[in-house]
DNA sequence: GCGCGGATATGACATTTGTCATGTCACAAA
DNA sequence: TTTGTGACATGACAAATGTCATATCCGCGC
C-alpha cells in the first residue's frame, strides 16, 4: 500500500514513516509538510491512501483536502489530529474524509490505513463518541413530568405553528377564550411570559 | 486477536470464520446464531471484538448489544449488515458500536476487526457517506437575500429568545417604539403577522 | 344524592403588540 | 447647498394577548 505523509512537523513525519514501513505492508513514497505539498503530492504520487495533519500552518489540511478532492473524488484522505478539535470532525466528515484519529495512537494508525484502503472509514474513539450528541436526539420530551395534558400539548404545538388565539379556537372547535385559559395555564406551568416564550420553548427544549 | 461472530446464517458464520483464521492474526473463539447466544458468548469468551449481524430473527443485534454494553461497557462491538439500514446506523452509533460495516466486502472485516481492536470505530463507505446528512447542515441562511439588514437580524434574534420590545430595548439601548418598528418592518418583510410567528420562521427556516 | 375536580366557557380588565404618520439628526450624493 | 436617505424616535390607535373571577356541565367516588 503506497501512501503519502503530511505534517508540518518533521520529527512526527520521520516517525510515521518507520513505523508505517516496519509493518512492511506500507510504503510512504513521499512527505510533506505542508497543504500546498499535500495537494502537489497527491497528484505526483497518486497514493492509495494520505495520511494528513489536520491543522497546518498556511492552509489547513481541510482546505488541502478540499482541493484534493475537488481533482480527484475518490481520494483516500485519512486525517491526524493532536487532540479532537469538535469544529474540524464535521467538516472533515462532510468533505468526504476517510477518518480521523489521534496521532498519538500509533498502533493503531497502521491498521486504519488499512481499513482505509478498503473502502472503510475509520475514527479514533474519542471523536465518534462526540456524534451522537451531534446528531438529532430524539429524546423524547417528557409531556408527564411537567405536567402537561394532552389538550395542552396540542395547544402548545398550535402557538408554535404561530396560530393566533383565534385560529386555534377555530381548528380546535373551543371558544377563543378557552384557549386563552389554555394558553395562560401553559405559561404558568412553564413560567413563561408569553406565547412567543412559549413558542421559543418548544423549539428549544420539546423539539430540539 | 480473539473474537466471537454472531450470525443466524450458518454459512456466512463459518465462511467469516475461515476467512478471518486465515489471516493467522485473528481466532475466532466462538460462534453463535441469535442474540441470545451472543450475551452468553460474550460473558463466557471475553473477547477482543464481537463480530455481529445487526439483523436476526427474535432479539435483534442491537438489543443484544444493549444488554452487553450495559453489562461491560468497555465492549467492542463491529456490526454487520446486508444492506445499510439507516435506521439502525444512528441507534448502533448512539448505543456506542464501534463500527458498522457490510458483510459483503469480505476482505475489508479483518482490518476493520483490527482497528477496531486498536479502539477505533470503522464504518463502512456507504455508511458513513450518509452520516453528513443526518447531521445539521450548515446551510447559513441568506439575510440579504431577504432584505434583511444586520439590525433586523439582531432584532429578530431576541425575539426568537423570547424578549418583549420592553427587553430588546433596554438590550439594544433603542428606544421600545423604535424596536416595534423593526419588528413591524421584519413582519412586513416576511410576510408574517407577528412576533410568535417570528420566532418560529426563525427556528424553522433561520436556524433549521 | 352530594360534592369534587376537570373541561369548557364568558366577561372585564390591564398590558403588550403591531401599524402608521410624523419628526429629528447625521451624512453622503448631487 | 440642497436633497435625499437611513437610523432612531415619538405618539396615537386598534387589535391581540394574558389574567382572573366566575359559571356551567359532566362523570366519579362515597
Redesign the interface.
Known amino acids: 500500500m503506497k501512501i503519502v505523509v503530511i505534517d508540518d512537523d518533521k520529527l512526527v513525519a520521520i516517525s510515521l514513516k518507520t513505523i508505517l514501513e516496519a509493518t512492511g505492508r506500507i510504503t510512504v513514497a513521499a512527505m510533506g509538510s505542508s497543504g500546498a505539498e499535500a495537494i502537489r503530492l497527491y497528484e505526483a504520487e497518486k497514493p492509495d491512501v494520505m495520511l494528513m495533519d489536520i491543522r497546518m500552518d498556511g492552509m489547513t489540511g481541510l482546505e488541502a483536502g478540499e482541493q484534493i478532492l475537488k481533482a480527484s473524488p475518490d481520494a483516500k484522505l485519512l486525517y491526524l489530529t493532536t487532540f479532537s478539535d469538535d469544529e474540524y470532525i ?1 467538516k472533515a ?2 468533505m ?1 474524509a ?1 477518518g480521523y ?1 489521534l496521532k498519538q ?1 500509533f ?2 494508525i497502521a ?2 490505513l ?2 482505509v ?9 474519542t ?3 462526540r ?2 450528541e ?4 430524539p429524546e423524547t420530551y417528557d409531556y408527564a413530568a411537567h405536567g402537561i395534558s394532552e389538550k395542552e400539548r396540542e395547544i402548545m404545538e398550535l ?4 396560530l ?1 388565539n383565534k385560529e386555534i379556537a377555530a381548528r380546535l372547535c373551543l371558544g377563543e377564550g378557552t384557549v386563552r385559559n389554555y394558553v395562560s395555564e401553559l405559561l404558568d406551568k412553564l413560567s ?6 412559549l ?3 418548544y ?2 427544549e420539546v423539539k430540539a
Open positions: 464535521v466528515l462532510r468526504g476517510k484519529i495512537d498502533e493503531g491498521p486504519a488499512e481499513a484502503m478498503r473502502g472503510q472509514s475509520v475514527f479514533g474513539e471523536i465518534i463518541s456524534l451522537p451531534m446528531m438529532k436526539q402557538v408554535a405553528e404561530g393566533s413563561l411570559r408569553d406565547r412567543t416564550q413558542a421559543v420553548y423549539y428549544t
